[in-house]
Structure formats: structure tokens, C-alpha cells
């Protein structure tokens, strides 16, 4: 064999008008705000129209493990209210599209979670867990096999809304350098409703994420989908948009 000075290398590169899925040992899927109240209980008590959209669903993740956001409180029966604000819905149906989908992980870590509540919310965790379902909870972090995910939030509503909660100690506080081989990765609710792009906090934040070693940020509560965007050092998700929810 004849040694040779230089060598030319190709990329090959596949595209195609539809979805390609997602395929493969380790493969991860991320989708946005879910909630199977209020305006989904219909939805939720249906098991034809369920079953469809699990079938959808999973013929694009070809079964992949799922964590997503998941708004409101889930319970054995959700009291009557007229505050259209509170999320609630109801265990049995949720826990079972939850578990069909493969959803792995919710994240918790948001400005819904206590609205019924800290008793409320602490038995929620409790019963998703004693279903298999890991439970991302604001301020935490969870090891999966390919990454470490922090659970963050920059705003809340209960006992009374804020928001710009997140100051730069508690994101350096779950950098990767807590001792972590795997790669940081932050789900963070942030941002402005119905806002279709980022905002200038958001960047502030982005850059502070940067700053401490995070690589991926993937955010929600806008209810639009904002398009990733990446540098050399990470790739920024500004909101996934709405995956199971009552609006357009």
C-alpha cells in the first residue's frame, strides 16, 4: 500500500420533503407544553381520538423516549373552578397517553405547577414516579445516558405571578463542573406568551447558560415554536411551542 500526503473527505447529506425519523440507540425526543385539561378533558376521555394522535406521535419517534413540559397539576378528579388560569387534569387519562407516548421524564418547572397547591403538586410527583415517570423539578437535575438536565424556571404564578426569577448563582449552580462527565443541558420556562421569537432576556440568560458549560437550552411557555439556533459552544431551542394543549 502506497502512502499518500493528503486525502479528501465527503459528507453525505440526506433530505427529503417529509419527516424523517428519529431512529437509533439513545435518541431522545423533547416536546413542549402539555396539558390534557380545561379545554382537552374531551380529548382526554377519548380513547379513539387518543389513540390516533399516540399512533401519530409515535410514527414520528418511532418510539423514542420523550421528556416534556408538563403544565398543571394532574389529579384524581380536578375541582371546579372559574379560574380558567388553573391547569388541572385528570391522572388516569393522562398517565396513560404519557406512558404510551414513552414519555421518560416531566418537567415540572414552570409557572403552572403549584396551582393547586404544594400538597397537591407533591402528590402528583409521588404518583409519577410510582408510574416509571421521572419527574424534573425546578431547581434539579436529572442524569439520562447521553446527557445531565437542569430544570429551571424564570417564572411562577402561585401565590402571585412573577416572573425574571433566575439570577446567574442558581444556573452556576448546576453547571457541569458539579462533578458531571455528561454534557449540561437545561428544560427552562421562560420567555413571553405567544411571542414567536426570543426575547432580550432570554439572550441574557442564553449567555449566562453559555457561560456555565451548558450546551443545549431548551425552553417553553410561549405556546409558539421558536426555530433552534446554534454557536460553536451551544444550541439555543427559545421555546418548543405547544404539544398537547387547548389553543391553536
Same mark, same amino acid.
Given at each position: 500500500?502506497?502512502?499518500?500526503?493528503?486525502?479528501?473527505?465527503? !459528507?453525505?447529506?440526506?433530505?427529503?420533503? =417529509?419527516?424523517?425519523?428519529?431512529?437509533?440507540?439513545?435518541?431522545?425526543?423533547?416536546?413542549? =407544553?402539555?396539558?390534557?385539561?380545561?379545554?382537552?378533558?374531551?380529548?382526554?376521555?377519548?380513547?379513539?381520538? +387518543?389513540?390516533?394522535?399516540?399512533? &401519530?406521535?409515535?410514527? %414520528?419517534?418511532?418510539?423514542?423516549?420523550?421528556?416534556?413540559?408538563?403544565?398543571?397539576?394532574?389529579? =384524581?378528579?380536578?375541582?371546579?373552578?372559574? @379560574?380558567?388560569?388553573?391547569?388541572?387534569?385528570? &391522572? =388516569?387519562?393522562?398517565?396513560? !397517553?404519557?406512558?404510551?407516548?414513552?414519555?421518560?421524564? /416531566?418537567?415540572?418547572?414552570? @409557572?403552572?405547577?403549584? *396551582?393547586?397547591?404544594?400538597?397537591?403538586?407533591?402528590?402528583?410527583?409521588?404518583?409519577?414516579?410510582? @408510574?416509571? %415517570?421521572?419527574?424534573?423539578? +425546578?431547581?434539579?437535575?436529572?442524569? #439520562?445516558?447521553? #446527557?445531565?438536565?437542569?430544570?429551571?424556571?424564570?417564572?411562577?404564578?402561585?401565590?402571585?405571578?412573577?416572573?425574571?426569577?433566575?439570577?446567574?448563582?442558581? %444556573?452556576?449552580?448546576?453547571?457541569?463542573?458539579?462533578?458531571?462527565?455528561?454534557?449540561?443541558?437545561?428544560?427552562?420556562?421562560?420567555?413571553?406568551?405567544?411571542?414567536?421569537? %426570543?426575547? *432580550?432576556?432570554?439572550?441574557?440568560?442564553? *449567555? /449566562?447558560?453559555?457561560?456555565?458549560?451548558?450546551?443545549?437550552?431548551?425552553?417553553?411557555?410561549?405556546?409558539?415554536?421558536?426555530?433552534?439556533?446554534?454557536?460553536?459552544?451551544?444550541?439555543?431551542?427559545?421555546?418548543?411551542? @405547544?404539544?398537547?394543549?387547548?389553543?391553536?
Amino acid at each position: 500500500s502506497e502512502a499518500v500526503d493528503e486525502s479528501t473527505s465527503y !459528507i453525505t447529506q440526506m433530505y427529503s420533503p =417529509d419527516a424523517l425519523p428519529s431512529v437509533g440507540e439513545g435518541h431522545y425526543v423533547f416536546a413542549g =407544553d402539555t396539558m390534557l385539561g380545561r379545554g382537552m378533558e374531551t380529548f382526554a376521555h377519548d380513547s379513539i381520538k +387518543r389513540d390516533a394522535f399516540v399512533q &401519530k406521535i409515535l410514527s %414520528i419517534t418511532n418510539g423514542a423516549p420523550m421528556i416534556v413540559n408538563l403544565e398543571g397539576v394532574m389529579m =384524581d378528579g380536578c375541582p371546579k373552578t372559574d @379560574n380558567t388560569w388553573v391547569l388541572c387534569m385528570e &391522572k =388516569d387519562p393522562t398517565l396513560r !397517553i404519557l406512558k404510551e407516548l414513552n414519555v421518560i421524564a /416531566v418537567s415540572t418547572a414552570n @409557572n403552572h405547577a403549584y *396551582d393547586l397547591g404544594k400538597t397537591a403538586y407533591t402528590d402528583m410527583v409521588r404518583v409519577l414516579q410510582s @408510574n416509571g %415517570i421521572r419527574v424534573l423539578e +425546578r431547581n434539579t437535575s436529572l442524569e #439520562f445516558s447521553q #446527557f445531565r438536565l437542569t430544570g429551571l424556571t424564570d417564572i411562577e404564578n402561585s401565590p402571585d405571578p412573577k416572573a425574571g426569577l433566575l439570577y446567574e448563582s442558581d %444556573i452556576a449552580r448546576h453547571t457541569s463542573a458539579s462533578g458531571s462527565s455528561l454534557p449540561s443541558f437545561a428544560f427552562v420556562h421562560w420567555g413571553d406568551e405567544y411571542r414567536g421569537a %426570543i426575547n *432580550d432576556r432570554q439572550k441574557a440568560l442564553a *449567555d /449566562v447558560f453559555q457561560k456555565n458549560g451548558f450546551e443545549l437550552v431548551i425552553g417553553s411557555h410561549s405556546h409558539r415554536s421558536v426555530p433552534l439556533a446554534c454557536t460553536v459552544q451551544q444550541c439555543v431551542v427559545p421555546s418548543l411551542g @405547544n404539544f398537547i394543549f387547548d389553543q391553536y
